[in-house]
């Protein structure tokens, strides 16, 4: 099946960090640019960072940048999100996205996980 | 950067209705890169045009995307007891790639 499965959320104090992943199967993932998409409870989707299917080319929303870092292995199917001195507003649904194709820059997106939530909080 | 504006925010509207759902773009869109999705509660989006008028795998002939430069505009002919939902636009090709705040099409 054609999935990705996101996990590493989960409840964390404002300045502290956490690392999502999203593991992704059933197609060929080195083939595939990717990326991330948050919500807030209540709120619309943000477009948060896109990393290349080669890793070559990475962008980032100006609301995370410098906090943030994207990343991804192929011999694990997976995309990576670090995240470093998290706010308060960082609380959302964390969703990774696939692109259609290995476009170098941001794209639509085929294929999404069900998401993970991270909770900022004191 | 590019900023999207939905309306209207909600739209109520009955099973059979045609609903129409706009998306203005603060600048001119390039080479037709605008995408709509639709989500419903507790769901991932799911993409429903791309290129502006494309639909995308399985996605059924009711629903289609139009428009040119600023101005965009999703049509759904029949509204379905399934169709109620929350929809985005996205502007892709250039980073970053921004939504739109959504249009939530509700029962009337």
């Known amino acids: 099946e054609v999935q990705l499965v996101e996990s590493g959320g989960g409840l964390v104090k404002p300045g502290g960090s956490l690392r999502l992943s999203c593991a992704a199967s059933g197609f060929t993932f080195s083939s595939y640019s990717l990326t991330w998409v948050r919500q807030a409870p209540g709120k619309g989707l943000e477009w948060v960072s896109f990393i290349s299917s080669s890793s070559h080319y990475i962008y980032y929303a100006d609301s995370v940048k410098g906090r943030f870092t994207i990343s991804r292995d192929t011999a694990k199917n997976s995309l990576y999100l670090q995240m470093n001195s998290l706010r308060v507003e960082d609380t959302a649904v964390y969703y990774c996205?696939?692109?259609?194709?290995?476009?170098?820059?941001?794209?639509?997106?085929?294929?999404w996980g069900r998401g993970t939530l991270v909770t900022v909080s004191s | 950067e590019i900023v999207l504006t939905q309306s209207p925010g909600t739209l109520s509207l009955s099973p059979g209705e045609r609903a129409t759902l706009s998306c203005r773009t603060s600048q001119s869109v390039s080479n037709s890169y605008l995408a709509w999705y639709q989500q419903k509660p507790g769901q991932a989006p799911r993409l429903l045009i791309y290129g502006v008028s494309s639909r995308a795998t399985g996605i059924p002939d009711r629903f289609s995307g139009s428009g040119s430069g600023t101005d965009f505009t999703l049509t759904i002919s029949r509204l379905e007891p399934e169709d109620f939902a929350v929809y985005y636009c996205q502007q892709y090709g250039s980073s970053p790639a921004p939504f739109g705040g959504g249009t939530k099409v509700e029962i009337k």
């Open positions: 996205a696939r692109d259609p194709g290995s476009h170098y820059v941001p794209w639509c997106f085929d294929l």
